[in-house]
T-cell receptor, first 107, second 117 residues
Framework: TQLLEQSPQFLSIQEGENLTVYCNSSSVFSSLQWYRQEPGEGPVLLVTVVTGGEVKKLKRLTFQFGDARKDSSLHITAAQPGDTGLYLCENNNDMRFGAGTRLTVKP | GAGVSQSPRYKVAKRGQDVALRCDPISGHVSLFWYQQALGQGPEFLTYFQNEAQLDKSGLPSDRFFAERPEGSVSTLKIQRTQQEDSAVYLC???????????????FGPGTRLTVL
């Protein structure tokens, strides 16, 4: 089983700050997906990255896939309280998730 | 329907009782997944169906856990003789393509929160 490590585990910031969260693997991903989960709901897909070195932007969110396809990052610019949630990465090889980064954005 | 639905949303069981959790996937979706999510953790894979065939059940934690999807649509996850460590949120997801399609999207239901007393 391919192990996924997400960091940090918890992150609490003020509105307007920037942040980056990470997803690392012990081996190469074929493709990787980022989700956000809010309390009482299931995860919702944000993006899928497939190609090494790929960068995708979704409004204030920027997703990078490492050149070697063993790591990925999610950068949020000017965080807002609505960004609060659990951010999860998932290995599309085996549909396994990391433990997630729990983000809290304070107004 | 508009999305994946799960019922019940909340279930309280006494230790030793059997429970059945239902998942209604998006109509026409080939793939269906069950996950277990403990408090503060990411979802843990339990089992996968492609249509009515259960192709992977490697994540089921014990033989007390059983899942079925007899007609390739609705699925039921059954837990026999529940234990306190079974307390978790059980998530169901469906997707239109078979497992392994690189850009396929999983659509998750809201989950069933199971509490075993």
């Amino acid at each position: 089983t391919q192990l996924l490590e997400q960091s940090p585990q918890f992150l609490s910031i003020q509105e307007g700050e920037n942040l980056t969260v990470y997803c690392n693997s012990s081996s190469v991903f074929s493709s990787l997906q980022w989700y956000r989960q809010e309390p009482g709901e299931g995860p919702v897909l944000l993006v899928t990255v497939v190609t090494g070195g790929e960068v995708k932007k979704l409004k204030r969110l920027t997703f990078q896939f490492g050149d070697a396809r063993k790591d990925s990052s999610l950068h949020i610019t000017a965080a807002q309280p609505g960004d609060t949630g659990l951010y999860l990465c998932e290995n599309n090889n085996d549909m396994r998730f990391g433990a997630g980064t729990r983000l809290t954005v304070k107004p | 329907g508009a999305g994946v639905s799960q019922s019940p949303r909340y279930k309280v069981a006494k230790r030793g009782q059997d429970v059945a959790l239902r998942c209604d996937p998006i109509s026409g979706h080939v793939s269906l997944f069950w996950y277990q999510q403990a408090l503060g953790q990411g979802p843990e894979f339990l089992t996968y169906f492609q249509n009515e065939a259960q192709l992977d059940k490697s994540g089921l934690p014990s033989d007390r856990f059983f899942a079925e999807r007899p007609e390739g649509s609705v699925s039921t996850l059954k837990i026999q003789r529940t234990q306190q460590e079974d307390s978790a949120v059980y998530l169901c997801a469906s997707s239109p393509s078979p497992w392994g399609t690189p850009t396929d999207t999983q659509y998750f239901g809201p989950g069933t929160r199971l509490t075993v007393l």
